[in-house]
Structure formats: C-alpha cells, structure tokens
C-alpha cells in the first residue's frame, strides 16, 4: 500500500521545526507500507535531500522514505503575502503530483488549510481515500488574530475547511478544542479523532538523579550563563501569535525582584524576534537571551544537561487555549523539565492535575516571574514537578502507543 504524505514543513531531526510527519512515516515503512512525502523549502526544516533541483523540484529517498521536495522557500520571517502565495503555490504543484499519483491513501497536514485542496483533487478525480489532520484550525485562528479581515476571504477559507471535512474519509484533531471545531463544520461527526502530538522519550530523555544540571555549559553559546544558575527554556517560532514580549515583562519583574539568578532562554526564528531584541537590549536586560535554531538532537542535548523548565508562551487569544497542540510541550516533559505556561485551556489543566508545573494569568508577568522563583527555591517541589512529567510522557503520551491508534485510522480508512 502506498500512502502518499503532504506536509509543507516536513522534516527530519537535524531540522529545528516539528518530525511527527517524519516519525510516523517510518511507523509506516515499518508496518510494510510505502510511503511518499510532498513538502517544501522551509528553513527550520532538514528533507535530507542535497541534491539540485530540476524544474523546482527534486527528489530523493531518506531513510527510505520518498521525499518531494518543491523548491518553495518558506520562511517564518516572510511577510503575511509572500506566505499565502507560497502556500497557493505549493497547494497546486502538490495538487498536480496527486493527480498523476497512483497511491492507495492520502494523508494531508495542515498548518495551512490549502494543504487540503491537493486531497480532495484526490479523493474527488481519482477516488483516492482522504485523511486530513489538523494542527490549527483555520479560519478561526487568523480571524480572531485579525490577520485576515476580508469577508470574501474568510467565506472562501470556511468553504474550503467544510470540503475538507466533508470529502475527507477521517479528520484527525490535535487537541480538544480542534476536534470540536471540525464536529461543528463536519457532516459526520463519527469520523473524528483526537491524536495530539506525541513525546519523543528516545531522543528526549530525562538528567539521571545523581547529575545536576549545568548552564554553563551553553557558554560557547552565551557568556551569561552561571553554573548557578536556573535556566527557563521557551522553543519555538518568535511570531505575533506567540505573544514574547509576555517574556520581557518577566525579565523585567525578575530584574526587579533582584533575581537574576533566573535566565529566560529563547531558541527560535520568527518575524517578531528582531523586535524583541531591540526591545530587550532597550531595557538592558541581560536575563533575557536569544539563540539561534538548533536541530532536535541540539535541542534535547541542551534540554537534559542545561535547561531546568519549559516556558509556554502564547498570545492571550482565547482560541488559543483550546485549538492548538504545540509539539514544545512534548519535547519539554519527555526530557523531564517542569512547564510553566501563561496561558488557561487544555495544556493548563494537564499541568495542573498532573502536577508536573504552574499555570499562570496571561495577563500578569509578576505572577509568572514568582512561578520561576518558586520552582527554584523549592528543590522538593521542583523535583516532583519533573519526576511526573517524564512520568506522564511515557504513560500517556508516547509516540509508540499514540501511533497504535493512528494505524488503526489509517487501516480502518484503507478498508473501505
């Protein structure tokens, strides 16, 4: 059986954006199944592709898995323009790729809704069986964002986002709030399923109990880390929906507070992350630090030797709260860091009944500066808090038994 994957951002771990599309397809292969990816250019991503492209396009087999890999240069730094018309772009060339193909399923991604078109080109001209998973729910994000006013164009989107349930032989959601969002669009409420995102408790795993952690061992990367000191991680894109300068109020509380001692660590691209320097270096605060991207295998390098807590950050958007599966949360408790988020929904009320860190007002940085001061004043209560999320990771959320699920779909669907 051939299964044919769309997801612009496809990449492997020496990328430094998310691998769930590369982790389940080896899932896949390993079941017998042959499987082909249609993605682009995105910076943060690594295809495993080097060789040139020949009519925008190359191709090549990583890890035996098929990758098409359009020559679209995506970027988070794009302007709102130049990325719909990326988006368009890739949407048709995927479009005629899936047209020609002869593949038994097809498996669209989103973020963007327009990854849809090219599976219901499929399902409808080649009667090609359809599953669509949804990261983010569009329109609704960039509506309540403001990012999109348009009345047309928000009519045209919502028209898409009901084809796509509507032709799709299953909708996956991401979390809670998604799967809510398809069932009030969708015709057929039975063919939706809830699969967040999963915790890689291979590559990320927890600082052995008789180790402590050492920040400065980031010192060839910044001077103003102390062995001494607690370090809090934020990973991701620095973009308007990610609401950092919520980060530089807290540096600022800290400063205040005379706690200096707590570093705030952003690893990330993004269109904001300029703003956000200039906006720290005007402050002269030197407990705020910026990094460049680093692959996943830098990345749980420095989670499990130097990191003690996670940080999630979004702008206060209430549909946010419940809409959006960040793959940050995974990394932070497969590695066994303590989460601190600034935001209430879905991700909060795991923190809290699980006990593996502290949700805080979004509107209210103080309170956010204290959560950090606590967690490294109180040793017991830190310990605790980490113990369980590296608990939770492999209780609930491991990649092995979440994909039991996802196959079943996938087998289930193929069936028809």
């Known amino acids: 059986m051939k299964i044919l994957y769309i997801h612009q951002y496809f990449s492997t771990p020496d990328g430094s954006t998310g691998t769930r599309s590369y982790e389940l397809a080896k899932i896949l292969i390993k079941r017998g199944y042959e499987v082909e990816i249609i993605c682009l250019s995105d910076v943060r991503a690594q295809t495993g592709l080097k060789g040139k ?105 919502d028209f898409l986002e009901r084809s796509a349930y509507y032709f799709s032989d299953a909708s996956i959601g991401l979390a809670p709030g998604i799967c809510n969002g398809i069932r009030k669009k969708s015709f057929n409420k039975k063919k939706i399923f809830y699969i967040p995102n999963s915790c890689d408790t291979e590559l990320f795993t927890p600082l052995e109990k008789n180790r402590q952690k050492d920040p400065s061992k980031l010192k060839n990367i910044s001077p103003l880390l102390k062995k001494t000191d607690f370090v809090a991680l934020f990973s991701g894109a620095h973009g308007l929906c990610n609401g950092l300068d919520f980060l530089i109020e807290v540096a600022l509380e800290l400063k205040l507070m005379k706690r200096l001692d707590i570093k705030l660590i952003l690893i990330g691209e ?49 549909a946010f709260y419940n809409g959006t599966c960040p793959n940050k949360f995974f990394d932070y408790i497969s590695g066994g860091l303590p989460v601190v988020i600034n935001y209430p929904g879905w991700l909060s009320e795991i923190i809290k009944d699980e006990e593996i860190g502290i949700s805080c007002d979004p509107e209210k940085p103080a309170e956010f500066a204290r ?21 939770l990771s492999r209780s609930k959320y491991s990649r092995k038994e979440l994909s039991k699920k996802w196959i079943k779909i996938i087998e289930k669907v193929k069936k028809k």
């Open 53 to 157: 492209f020949i009519n925008g396009l190359r191709k090549g087999i990583v890890e035996k898995i098929f990758v098409n890999e359009f020559d679209i240069s995506y970027s988070n730094n794009n302007k709102f323009r130049r990325r719909i018309l990326n988006f368009l772009l890739f949407s048709w060339r995927s479009s005629l790729l899936v047209l020609k193909s002869e593949a038994d399923l097809i498996y669209a991604t989103s973020t963007p809704l327009t990854v849809a078109i090219p599976g219901i080109l499929g399902k409808v001209f080649k009667r090609i069986p359809f599953i669509f998973e949804v990261r983010d729910l569009w329109p609704e994000l960039p509506k309540e964002l403001g990012i999109i006013k348009n009345p047309i164009i928000l009519w045209i989107l």
């Open 270 to 318: 993004g269109n904001c992350k300029k703003k956000l320097q200039d906006k720290a270096k005007s402050f002269k605060l030197t407990n705020l630090i910026f990094l460049d991207s680093v692959n996943k295998k830098d990345l749980a390098y420095l989670i499990k030797n130097s990191v003690h807590c996670g940080m999630m950050i979004l702008k206060n958007v209430p």
């Open 371 to 391: 959560a950090l001061i606590q967690l490294k004043n109180d040793n017991k209560k830190y310990l605790k808090f980490a113990y369980n999320a590296s608990k």
